[in-house]
């Protein structure tokens, strides 16, 4: 866990330091939680870990946006598939057409 300073990033962002908080803590920490015992849990934020304030797991979020670059990269990948293949389509339609007279 690392200390990140949410004043500084929530300047850097353009938004409220309280709004980016927030999400960070209840929405995103909620999302990617998950436990590894019976009393147990892996956080992806802690507002208070030890002696850090506003800890974030890094290696874990480090993986959770590897995981959200592999998804966008599979998207990528299928939408210019499926952009080839309406071209071709449209293609081969005008063809058709012009070829029917």
Avoid at 3 to 22: P, Q, R, V, W
Avoid at 38 to 59: D, Q, Y
Avoid at 60 to 65: K, S
Avoid at 84 to 89: G, H, K, M, N, T
Wanted: hydrophobic share 50%.
């Amino acid at each position: 866990m690392i200390e990140i300073d949410i004043e500084a990033i929530a300047e850097e962002l353009g938004c409220d330091k309280h709004i980016l908080f927030g999400y960070i803590y209840y929405h995103l920490d909620h999302k990617y939680k998950y436990k590894t015992g019976e009393n147990s849990s892996v956080h992806l934020f802690a507002p208070v870990a030890g002696e850090l304030r506003h800890a974030i797991n890094l290696p874990y979020l480090a993986a959770i946006l590897a995981g959200q670059d592999q998804e966008n990269s599979k998207f990528i990948w299928s939408l210019g598939v499926s952009l080839v293949a309406l071209a071709l389509s449209v293609g081969a339609i005008i063809a058709q057409l012009v070829t029917a007279k």
